[in-house]
DNA sequence: TATATAATCTACCGAAATTATAGACTTAAT
DNA sequence: ATTAAGTCTATAATTTCGGTAGATTATATA
């Protein structure tokens, strides 16, 4: 499972995407209409700042924007900046990477090799899952509803 | 990530596929040869056990053996079993159903049509490596090793 | 320049989950 | 009767998660 962080982070990202170049958006804002307690989102906001993705402005008309474009930020990203590791194993991440000690020889472990083709899947979709691509599929899915 | 129970449950299901229809093996000897603390090894297998996958033998000469056949147990049922859902967020499962607060609309959810792609791929992954599969991977991957 | 506004930083907190361990109890073989 | 093995219950240490509080800093504008 995702943390509360990821998910809160992707509503945020994407409410922030529907208004890219618009100026920047209130925390308070955000929280409200999404629902999300404020001061974690506050920190969350923050450390997207820190990431590169959004941008922020202090005083009075002040607020959060997507500083990147929404086709350049994906749920892989996000996933990786708030929980870490995407893969299921620690002995098949790619950033954080960690050895087994349970195991004899990673070269020919099996479940390992199990969980190498998941996370490749896994990041695969994930990557290809931008917040542009995710606007474009809510509009798909109410054109189907209707 | 799966948890620590997960790693273990599988490791040992391996062990004990590989001694399949060869009796009874010791929890003792599973857990000094797999490096599982004991005790934290018994837990396991008597879930395990009351899963109907393996099955045990009390006194002298006792133990656990699988009571499935190698090729009937899956990833995705141990996963299951010990951490629940597979999925990455609660409104995707099947077995742990949980709808979001936030969301405003679940029909219409562009993330949630995301992480329902990649719970179905994992899930796909995960139903076909058995117990057998992954066996059978580890004879191919030492056989390029050499 | 004072004031209001809004983000930022630091610290903390409680609950739950995770990863175990200890020890008494039950069942079965010899 | 004795020994060997799994089973059950309770507990404990540690970490993570989700969230809160409050002081501080930066900025717009009147």
Redesign the interface.
């Known amino acids: ?2 943390s509360k962080k990821v ?2 982070a ?2 945020a990202l ?1 409410k922030l995407a529907r208004e890219h170049n618009r100026g920047p958006i209130l925390i308070r804002d955000i929280a409200e209409s ?3 307690p404020q001061k974690f989102l506050e920190a969350i906001l923050n450390d997207l700042k820190h990431a590169g993705i959004l941008a922020s402005k202090k005083g009075k008309g002040g607020g959060y924007y997507l500083l990147k474009s929404p086709d350049e930020v994906n ?1 892989a990203t996000v996933i990786r900046l708030f929980d870490g ?1 995407i ?4 002995c098949v991440t790619y950033q954080y990477y960690e050895r ?3 195991c004899k020889d990673e ?5 390992r ?2 969980f190498k ?2 996370r490749d ?2 990041v695969e ?2 990557k290809a ?1 931008t917040l542009s ?6 509009s798909k ?2 054109r189907k ?1 209707q």
């Open positions: 499972m995702i998910k809160y992707i509503i994407i999404e629902k999300i749920l590791a893969a299921l194993l620690p087994c000690e349970e070269e020919t472990c099996g479940i090799d199990v083709e998941v899947e896994t979709l994930l899952a691509e995710i606007i474009r599929r809510e899915l109410e509803k």
